[in-house]
């Protein structure tokens, strides 16, 4: 079983930047394929970000390309997602998500590939 805990959401306002964090309890979390997804108010969760295990492959819905970006510190269990240029409507709670992988190269962005959830962090943008 893996734990993963989100940290970093908060309120900001429209252009600024925040930065999540999830760490998760897995030392050997390079082999672990990590993604970021949120679930904006009244809405279906929906994919954000995703990397591989070695995080050298990335992939972002087209809603965020060019304005966050995912990374991860594997000898730090972590990943990260940084947003910069926010809009309100990246208002959401946003989740963190590991599935453990074979191949280090291998990434997810539908949400019933991934085995393990964060309980999630507010993120508010106002304008």
């Known amino acids: 079983q893996v734990q993963l805990v989100e940290v970093g959401g908060g309120l900001v306002q429209a252009g600024g930047s925040l930065r999540l964090s999830c760490a998760a309890s897995?030392?050997?979390?390079?082999?672990?394929?990590a993604g970021w997804f949120r679930q904006p108010p009244g809405k279906e969760r929906e994919f954000v970000a995703a990397?591989?295990?070695?995080?050298?492959?990335?992939y972002y819905a087209d809603s965020v390309k060019g304005r966050f970006t995912i990374s991860r510190d594997n000898a730090k269990n972590t990943v990260y997602l940084q947003m910069n240029s926010l809009k309100p409507e990246d208002t959401a709670v946003y989740y963190c998500?590991?599935?453990?992988?074979?191949?280090?190269?291998?990434?997810?962005?539908?949400?019933?590939?991934?085995?393990?959830w964060g309980r999630g962090t507010q993120v508010t943008v106002s304008s």
């Open positions: 998500a590991a599935r453990g992988v074979l191949y280090s190269g291998l990434f997810y962005q539908n949400s019933n590939d991934y085995e393990y």
């Open positions: 990397s591989s295990g070695s995080g050298i492959r990335t």
């Open positions: 897995q030392r050997t979390f390079s082999t672990f394929a």
